[in-house]
Structures are given as structure tokens and as C-alpha cells.
């Protein structure tokens, strides 16, 4: 056995599939996923189980983890042999395996997968005037879906976290509800039919499999929701080249228009609004993580600060438009607002 593997949402064992388990025909291991206890969550979950998911996507969503319940309550899932995507540009091959994938992501509709969400209308967008449900899927709520998002962002990543970290953004300079504008923007977001989203489509998240074809793992941030979103994550975790991003829009509105006409409405406007979203979710994500990884006990680790701390430098230099910053802090700053914070936790030794 081997595990548990890099991941952050679960502890993930791989081990050698015996010849009679029904996925050994496919895959030569198998993967045991367990959600990790008290983790700080990001990002909205929808669906309970991504195990329960996977195997309601068989024979819609090619080449991704084939799953089956190996007892009650306990899902096994086929282990992807391969190497995660690299940072040179796609390949002709790989740009239309991608283009693939978001056909049929956008083919899968909301009343199509009859599974257990986490809650009853997380998916769905809601009005934030009269606290109304609306449960379109044709005609759906693309600006309610991102105000969804960024309530969770403001009252699940930012509220739920302030009374430990909330010194530290205030030393980093991020204002008090930075995301206003942002709100104001999703009223101008063009209607658009909601469908699956995976949610989390960076080169980790892919596989690379020995005949080199594209496989697409980790769907535990999967969604019903906007699909312009999927590509919006995708370019900002991707960090393309001004060439290959032009490649893989075109890839994506040809794809997604070929399966369900609309869904590229108002695509190219409303991008940049989802973009400068997803720049200022990175922050509140970033900083908090930061955090952690340097240590959550008396002593931390000094020496990955001065790295840790341009990556911060850099996250909120990219989202000084969407959070309103009149200025980013240096290097300097940001290495000096982390050593405040750390200071301040009792029993911590100086470096």
C-alpha cells in the first residue's frame, strides 16, 4: 500500500488490485479516499460524496476515475497511472481532450443526477433581495450563482476565520468588505444554462496516462452552477501564456455552444468578472494557508517565510483592482506582517 499521497480535501492510500475486484480489468491499483478531519474549507461543496458522484458520471464524463461500492458506505476508486499535466504548452492532442471534457461537462443538467447534496439548494442560486430559490436550469442565474459564491467567501472563508487570522489581513491591508463591487458587477452577468462544473481544473487535477491521453481527477469541488466558471478557475490556476489562453477559450465556447447553445453568452464581458473573482478568493485562500503551512504551534518555520511571502506579494498585487487596494504591500511588509501574526500566538520562539 501506498499513502497516504499529496492531497489536501482527503488522505488517499493506492494499493494493487486483486484479479477479481471489478475494476482490476482497467486499472492494475485501486484508491481508498477519506475526507481529512477539521479542515479549513475554501470552497463550496455540493455534492456529498465525490465517490457517489464518479459513479453517477459513468458513461457521461470519459476518463476520469471509474468508482464502485466495495461495501456499504465504502467506495473504491480506480487508481489513474500517469504523470500530472506539465507546464509546457498543451498539445494539439491534450487542447482537444480538454475541449472534450467541457462538452461533457456542459451535456450533464442539473435534474440529471439524482445524488445527495450537501444541502438542499446549495447549488442553486439564490436572490439576495428576497431570499427567493430559483430553480432554472435553462434560463439560469449566472450573477446569483457568483453572489453565492461570494457570500461564501465573505461568511465561510473570511467570518468563519477572522477571529484567528483576522490581524493578519488587516496587517496585509485588505479592507473591510472588499467584495462590494464585485456584488455589484453579477446584476450585469448575462443568463446563462446552468450545468456540471468539476470546479478545480488545474494541471494536478489532470493525468497524463502512459498512452498519453488526459484524465481528469479530484472532483470533490464539483458543482451545478455556471459553466463559464469552470473556465474562469481553469485560467486562473492553468497561468497559460497570452497565446495558449486565447486556444483554450475558443476550445471552450466551441465546445460548450456545440452542446448546449447559450452557454458562451456574454462570455467574454463576464469573464473578466468571474476572473477578478477567482484573483480575489486567492487572497482570503492564500493568506490563511500561508499561515498554517508556516505552523500552527510554538514554533514555526521561519525558513519558508521569505518564499511564502513574495507568493502572497503576488497574490495581492493580482487582486489590487478586485479588493479595492490603494496600494500592495512590499516583500518586506507582508514578510513583516507574517512575523507579527506569529508572534502573537502564545509560546512562540523568534527566529
Known amino acids: 500500500m501506498e499513502g497516504p499521497l499529496k492531497g489536501y480535501h482527503h488522505e488517499t492510500y493506492a494499493f494493487p488490485l486483486p484479479a477479481e475486484n471489478p475494476l482490476a480489468t482497467r486499472f492494475e491499483r485501486g484508491k481508498l479516499r477519506s475526507p481529512r478531519e477539521e479542515l479549513l474549507w475554501f470552497d463550496r461543496r455540493c455534492f456529498a460524496s465525490e465517490d457517489r458522484l464518479l459513479i453517477a458520471l ?6 476520469i476515475p471509474e468508482c464502485f461500492e466495495v461495501a456499504e458506505n465504502v467506495c473504491l476508486q480506480g487508481f489513474i497511472e500517469g504523470r500530472t499535466l506539465s507546464r509546457r504548452p498543451l498539445s494539439d492532442r491534450h487542447l482537444h481532450q480538454l475541449g472534450r471534457l467541457f462538452e461533457e461537462l456542459v451535456g450533464v443538467k442539473a435534474d440529471e443526477l439524482d445524488i445527495r447534496r450537501n444541502a438542499a439548494v446549495a447549488d442553486r442560486p439564490t436572490d439576495t433581495d428576497t431570499d427567493t430559490e430559483t430553480e432554472t436550469d435553462t434560463d439560469a442565474d449566472s450573477g446569483a450563482f457568483l453572489r453565492g459564491l461570494i457570500r461564501f467567501t465573505e ?11 483576522g490581524t493578519l489581513f488587516d496587517e496585509l491591508g485588505v479592507p473591510e468588505n472588499p467584495l462590494e463591487e464585485l456584488k455589484r458587477a453579477t446584476v450585469r452577468l448575462a443568463s446563462r444554462p446552468f450545468a456540471l462544473i468539476h470546479g478545480d481544473l488545474h494541471r494536478e487535477n489532470f493525468i497524463v496516462d502512459p498512452a498519453g491521453d488526459l484524465w481528469t481527477i479530484d472532483w470533490e469541488l464539483a458543482a451545478i452552477g455556471d459553466p463559464l466558471y469552470d473556465l474562469a478557475t481553469h485560467l486562473h490556476l492553468m497561468r497559460y501564456s ?13 465546445a460548450v455552444e456545440g452542446v448546449r447553445p447559450g452557454s458562451s453568452d456574454g462570455w467574454e464581458q463576464d469573464l473578466q468578472v468571474l476572473l477578478s473573482y477567482k484573483r480575489a478568493q486567492s487572497v482570503y485562500t492564500d493568506v ?64
Open 155 to 165: 461568511e465561510q472563508v473570511y467570518g468563519e476565520n477572522a477571529g484567528r487570522f
Open 288 to 351: 490563511i494557508r500561508t499561515a498554517v503551512a508556516l505552523g500552527s504551534g510554538p514554533k514555526p518555520n521561519w525558513q519558508l517565510l521569505p518564499r511564502a511571502a513574495w507568493r502572497i506579494h503576488l497574490v495581492l498585487k493580482a487582486a489590487a483592482e478586485p479588493l479595492g487596494l490603494s496600494e500592495v504591500p512590499t516583500l518586506r511588509q507582508v514578510m513583516a506582517a507574517y512575523m507579527r501574526w506569529l508572534r502573537a500566538y502564545p509560546g512562540r520562539t523568534d527566529p
Open 242 to 254: 497570452q497565446k495558449e489562453e486565447e486556444r483554450v477559450k475558443e476550445v471552450w465556447r466551441a
Open 58 to 63: 459513468r458513461g457521461r464524463i470519459a476518463r
